[in-house]
């Protein structure tokens, strides 16, 4: 991967990182399967106005929106509000990379070199390592929760790099429209019409700003401008080259939530969040002279 690409994954890495403690903050006023279904709706609404839909077949576009918008949000938001502390859902989620690379291998047959299989056991090591340390802060199934949303989010990324959409941008627009009907659909369901409509009523307070500032954070930069870039890149690169970058997530997530939450970090986490980064640089070098056309093939949107 090319220098400049790598650290688009890395920016990536960090938007996401943050995004931890600002979903926290959302989902102290909003309830989790309503704010998947607000979420998405901000961004579906002028979408389906505005911008033309992706190129690619029905199929993916449904498949990337079922992945990463309703499976991955749902679960992860449920899982928080099962009582995930927001550090700790960063490090679960990341088990994301090595379900992407095994349902790539398996479903794309793109081939998993010695150097990536090594440089992601070294980086699951070092979240393993995380995950046992904090284990004892979370329940059993906020963390069965959160692992059944990087289950999502691999699903939602293999399919993106089936889908091969011309224009990232419009592809993760366009995505967002999948989970609107279904999730709000859960959400009276399971939620109820009161609940909802007390987070809406009194969404304007001083009292709801943070969570709001934090909702905000989470469609525009976490979603728009964040999932543009990740699926650009993997427009180009195979999926087992771009996932291990979200390893890196949880070395940001952990940081942000000590910052704001004052969830403290040890020095087991920090040699383990060290381990992470080392098997993200590992397993993203690719000795490849030919790829250096990517860097024609690749236009980042602006956004």
């Keep these: ?11 990536v890495a960090v938007l996401w990182g943050v ?11 909003f309830p989790p399967l309503f704010m998947v279904a607000l979420r998405f709706a901000i961004i579906a609404v002028p979408t389906i106005i505005f911008i033309p839909r992706p190129k690619i077949p029905l199929r993916w576009l449904i ?18 509000a099962a009582g995930m502390p927001s550090g700790l859902a960063s490090i679960v989620l990341q088990a994301s990379a090595p379900f992407t690379v095994i349902i790539a291998g398996i479903w794309l047959r793109e081939r998993i070199t ?18 046992v340390h904090r284990s004892q802060v ?41 989970p609107v009907v279904p999730m709000l659909i859960l959400s009276l369901l399971i939620e109820g019409p009161a609940r909802i409509g007390d987070s809406l009523a009194t969404s304007f307070t001083p009292e709801a700003l943070p969570a709001v500032l934090g909702l905000l954070y989470v469609i525009l930069i976490a979603t728009v401008v964040g999932y543009s870039i990740w699926n650009n890149l993997l427009s180009v690169y195979p999926s087992s080259t771009v996932a291990p970058f979200s390893m890196l997530v949880p070395v940001v997530g952990v940081l942000a939530s000590w910052i704001a939450f004052g969830q403290l970090i040890d020095g087991v986490e920090l040699v383990a969040g060290g381990a992470v980064v080392a098997g993200v640089l590992v397993a993203s070098y690719r000795r490849r002279v030919r790829e250096a056309s990517a860097e024609l093939a690749l236009t980042v949107p602006a956004a």
């Design 114 to 131: 010695s150097r990536q299989a090594v440089g992601i056991a070294i980086a699951v090591l070092g979240l393993a390592a995380i995950a």
């Design 1 to 11: 991967m090319l220098l400049r690409h790598r650290l688009l994954a890395v920016l």
């Design 63 to 80: 498949a990337v929106g079922f992945g990463i918008g309703t499976m991955q949000f749902a679960f992860l938001y449920l899982g928080m």
């Design 138 to 178: 979370a329940a059993l199934l906020p963390v069965v929760l959160t692992l059944c949303g990087a289950l999502g989010w691999a699903i939602g990324n293999v399919s993106t790099r089936r889908a091969q959409a011309p224009n990232a941008l419009h592809l993760t627009l366009w995505m967002s429209v999948v």
């Design 19 to 29: 995004n931890f403690p600002a979903t926290a903050l959302a989902l102290e006023h």
